[in-house]
């Protein structure tokens, strides 16, 4: 069966270190979503891409990045981990152009991350 | 830009009944709208998608309806179990598919 997994599962890490959590869908699908959950803020956009090489800044954008090199990856980067970046996050993938609004999101089961 | 609330924030009931979840938005030019379900702890797994041209959608002991031009869907769950208890989302795509959600409705079914 076609799935979108998350790894690692759960992460620790320093103040001011680089972080790369991986996002790998094996339904071929265009689109690729990472969100953030936060209490009092629920699911929040941080960036997202509609094909290869293509890349865009979501509403939480600052102090991310993403890079889409083929179809089944897009890793976020957090350049310099700071303790505000404390969060669940979430992959998500859908079928279609970038501009189909009638496609099913599919979520990956999430990363914990903890900036300490 | 769009909005998304979810009413009630949360709900406890006894096994057996049957509950309505609420969803609103506040740009009707809507898609589609997406319900999930989040147990703790976990990911988001889908449960209905409605169309825009839809007013309904059924799976199992779970309807959605839709409608558009008030800004509302709703989620039925019928003769609920312990094994609902989770959160509920709802979600609408903005330009480009990108999902704008609710903040969930919690629900506990006791035994």
């Known amino acids: 069966d076609a799935e979108i997994t998350q790894s690692p599962r759960h992460k620790i890490t320093e103040t001011g270190r680089q972080v790369t959590l991986a996002c790998h869908q094996t339904?071929?699908?265009?689109?690729m979503f990472w969100y953030r959950q936060d209490l009092g803020h629920g699911l929040r956009l941080i960036h997202y891409s509609y094909g290869v090489q293509d890349t865009n800044k979501g509403e939480v954008s600052d102090g991310y990045s993403v890079s889409r090199s083929n179809t089944e990856d897009l890793p976020l980067t957090l350049e310099s981990a700071a303790s505000s970046q404390t969060s669940v996050y979430f992959c998500?993938?859908?079928?279609?152009?970038?501009?189909?609004?009638?496609?099913?999101?599919?979520f990956g089961q999430g990363t914990r991350l903890t900036v300490v | 830009k769009q909005e998304v609330t979810q009413i009630p924030a949360a709900l406890s009931v006894p096994e057996g009944e049957n509950l309505v979840l609420n969803c609103s938005f506040t740009?009707?030019?809507?898609?589609?709208l997406q319900w999930f379900r989040q147990d703790p702890g976990k990911g988001l797994t889908s449960l209905l998608l409605?169309?825009?041209?839809?007013r309904e959608q059924t799976s199992g002991r779970l309807n959605a309806s839709l409608d558009k031009s008030s800004g509302r869907s709703t989620l039925y769950i019928a003769a609920s179990q312990p094994g609902d208890s989770a959160t509920y989302l709802c979600a609408v795509p903005e330009y480009g598919n990108k999902l704008v959600f609710g903040a969930g409705t919690i629900l506990r079914v006791k035994s």
């Open positions: 740009d009707s030019a809507i898609y589609n």
């Open positions: 998500a993938s859908s079928e279609g152009t970038g501009l189909r609004r009638d496609t099913e999101a599919f």
């Open positions: 409605i169309q825009s041209s839809q």
């Open positions: 339904w071929n699908h265009n689109n």
